[in-house]
């Protein structure tokens, strides 16, 4: 995985756009699990596309669903890609 330079990335701007942009506590949620997240990157960049099948395999799991429903779950509830490119795409360049 290759683009982003995960030592380099400053959680801290994008902590300050999503404390901005979403209810206090989601934010606070939001913020600690893109730190954690950043720490797997951090080992190997490639180990977030195992951390996420994990992940939606724990919550389907926990839902009685499948994977597949968990993303697509999430995909609906997505911000735009259009929003994704103005507002957040810049803070992980």
């Not at 720490?39 to 499948?66: F, P, T």
């Amino acid at each position: 995985m290759s683009g982003i330079d995960w030592d380099e990335l400053d959680v801290e701007t994008l902590a300050h756009e999503l404390r901005a942009t979403l209810p206090a506590a989601e934010a606070e949620k939001m913020v600690w699990a893109f730190e954690q997240a950043l720490l797997v990157a951090r080992l190997d960049g490639d180990l977030l596309r195992y951390l996420l099948a994990a992940v939606a395999s724990l919550l389907a799991g926990a839902d009685d669903s499948s994977p597949r429903a968990v993303f697509e779950a999430f995909f609906r509830r997505s911000v735009s890609d259009d929003e994704w490119r103005e507002r957040y795409a810049g803070l992980f360049a």
